[in-house]
T-cell receptor, first 115, second 110 residues
Framework: GENVEQHPSTLSVQEGDSAVIKCTYSDSASNYFPWYKQELGKRPQLIIDIRSNVGEKKDQRIAVTLNKTAKHFSLHITETQPEDSAVYFCAASNAGKAAGNKLTFGGGTRVLVKP | DVKVTQSSRYLVKRTGEKVFLECVQDMDHENMFWYRQDPGLGLRLIYFSYDVKMKEKGDIPEGYSVSREKKERFSLILESASTNQTSMYLC?????????FGPGTRLTVT
């Protein structure tokens, strides 16, 4: 089955700096890669996703890049703000393969933005 | 707005007890999931269901079972709770890609 590894496990950045989280996946058939943000005490929520036919996607201060050959994808947050402090999860799935849209998640990255 | 609710936010049970966790979604989603969340391990899939009365094992199904008798409701059952099942349990539902999560149930087994 799919295996997703996520690094680093914790990341501390100064407000205004950039943050980068990296994930690798094992199943070359995976074609959908979402990122979820979980604020303290709250439920995970989707913040951005990318499909395998696209190399990069941006949404305001966040962007995701995908390298299918190397089987890795990354989340980039620019101009970090205190409200970006949260745990971020990457995930991968083969969206067309099996019923249920099963996701395999990485271990999570705790991001702390210091004012 | 999609709403996914879980029956309890906090639950304390004793070893050997049978535990029921219930999840309800109001968006007519076909697919529902149960995860457990542990620090450093991310979200690990226990079971999922893509239709009423259908279920599939996830990555860590041992010690758990599920039931989906109605489309909106997906129950997780711990037949005989053990201390290593102390965790945060999250339910999610989806019709396509984005998974919508419930608030979670923090289960402590003593």
């Amino acid at each position: 089955g799919e295996n997703v590894e996520q690094h680093p496990s914790t990341l501390s950045v100064q407000e205004g700096d950039s943050a980068v989280i990296k994930c690798t996946y094992s199943d070359s058939a995976s074609n959908y890669f979402p990122w979820y943000k979980q604020e303290l005490g709250k439920r995970p929520q989707l913040i951005i996703d990318i499909r395998s036919n696209v190399g990069e996607k941006k949404d305001q201060r966040i962007a995701v890049t995908l390298n299918k050959t190397a089987k890795h994808f990354s989340l980039h947050i620019t101009e970090t703000q205190p409200e970006d402090s949260a745990v971020y999860f990457c995930a991968a799935s083969n969206a067309g393969k099996a019923a249920g849209n099963k996701l395999t998640f990485g271990g999570g990255t705790r991001v702390l933005v210091k004012p | 707005d999609v709403k996914v609710t879980q029956s309890s936010r906090y639950l304390v049970k004793r070893t050997g007890e049978k535990v029921f966790l219930e999840c309800v979604q109001d968006m007519d989603h076909e697919n529902m999931f149960w995860y457990r969340q542990d620090p450093g391990l991310g979200l690990r899939l226990i079971y999922f269901s893509y239709d009423v009365k259908m279920k599939e094992k996830g990555d860590i199904p041992e010690g758990y079972s599920v039931s989906r008798e109605k489309k909106e409701r997906f129950s997780l059952i711990l037949e005989s709770a053990s201390t290593n099942q102390t965790s945060m349990y999250l339910c999610a539902s989806t019709s396509r890609d984005e998974q919508y999560f419930g608030p979670g149930t923090r289960l402590t087994v003593t």
